[in-house]
């Protein structure tokens, strides 16, 4: 390409704000949150579309962002952990992550919590193995995952009962 | 890792898209669920000059089941698929699509991606080859619609044209007492198959087998098919013994290359357990059972 840089206008609705970008059609869109935007809770892990750090929610499904131009996701609705935390509480989910003892180092846990979210909009009472189905394209290396069950069957919990 | 540079564009329809991919050229490449071809820019193994973003064109995205074809239009991703009606009268079609990768990659990949990648180790063309499939390809020159087995013709090469497109899947409903198993073998979610297996059958009154199709997958450049296999097995009632058969015969053809997922005569020791596995699976099934469809994990 000799030419210079193509910059394509976006507009991409992160947790309920509407963000306007011209950006360079190669920008990735976890570098777009994370460079462009300033939302560095959505890690890149592997960079290559297997640990799943950097999932969150495009258009009501979990998705991997560090597999995806930000361009692809013009028009679209994001939600990233941070958007998960409403007036100062932090979301069952995240609760449950806490008290259940399902992370140790943490840098998987966004891309676990945005999953584990999709999953139970879906499937508000999970059985155990569809938590780990829909777990199964985020590594985690602290855990050993067993405490991550117990914590979505938890925060399933308390989201059923009501807080 | 960023992709060399490239331009984006977004065209309306699918006649603008393969208008403008044969007026880009060859070096240009059309973008869809982007699941095989974004990690192949991230590593720089390819690098297009122009990305022709067709993921929102209108009327390709669509499962039909007909009285003559069951159709699926070339965006649907593998969840759509994996939760449709189709799905659910065809079980084969289950195993594969609620199989391939991980959720978020079945979110965003689409079936024709699949088939259009030529990946020998993408599960779609694999399944494909076991329901005797047609590819509907649209360019400006018109529709053609071939089928799987001439539309593969290596690795990572198809038929298409550079500035051709896949519009659509097609396949004829199977008869009843047709049953149908895909089995992948993977290291994790996430990692493309080992090795798999696809067995699509009928069968008749006693058990007798009268019809069958036969592929193994990520064992070859291409998916792997075995006529003795075939033939081995139609007219004949399926015992354990004459599936072991068959099983040797079509690993013989098999060529899977040694990797880091495994040695070639690993991989072929795990090709005859899964063949066996979807050959019961398959049998099971055409007599009506309900089972669920799941990828092998290590």
Known sequence: MSEAIQRIPVEITINGTCYKREIEPRMLLVEFLREEIGLTGTHIGCDTSYCGACTLILDGDAVKSCTLFAVQADGGEIVTVEGLEKDGELHP???????????QCGYCTPGMLMSSLVLLADKPDPGEKDIRKCLSGNLCRCTGYQNIVKAVQAAAKELREGR | ??????????????????????????AAKPLAGGQSLIPILKLRMDEPTDLVDIARLPGLHFMQNGDENMRIGALSTHAHIGRSDLASAVPILSDCANGIADPQVRARGTIGGSVSSADPSCDWPTLLYTLDAEIVCHSKAGNR??????????????????AELVTEIRFKAPPANSGGAYIGFKKSASAYPTA????????????????????????????????????LLCGKVL???????????????????????????????????????????AIERAG?????GKHEYV
């Open chain 1, 93 to 103: 989910l995240q609760q449950a992550f806490s008290q259940e003892h399902g992370l």
């Open chain 2, 1 to 26: 890792m960023y992709p060399a540079p490239f331009c984006y564009h977004r065209p309306g329809s699918l006649d603008e898209a393969v208008g403008l991919l044969s007026e880009l050229g060859e």
């Open chain 2, 145 to 162: 619609t071939v089928p799987i087995r001439e539309f593969i013709r290596d690795s990572y090469t198809t038929i298409l044209d550079y």
């Open chain 2, 196 to 231: 798999a297996v696809g067995v699509q059958l009928t069968l008749a009154d006693g058990n007798v087998c009268q019809n069958v199709r036969l592929a193994l997958g990520a064992a070859g450049p291409r998916p792997v098919t075995s006529d003795e296999a075939e033939r």
């Open chain 2, 239 to 281: 015992t354990s013994a004459l599936l072991k058969q068959a099983a040797e015969a079509i690993v013989e053809a098999a060529d899977p290359p040694a990797d880091a997922r495994g040695s070639s005569d690993f991989k072929r020791a795990i090709l005859r357990s899964l063949f066996m596995q979807a050959a019961h699976r």
């Open chain 2, 288 to 292: 009506g059972a309900q089972i669920m």
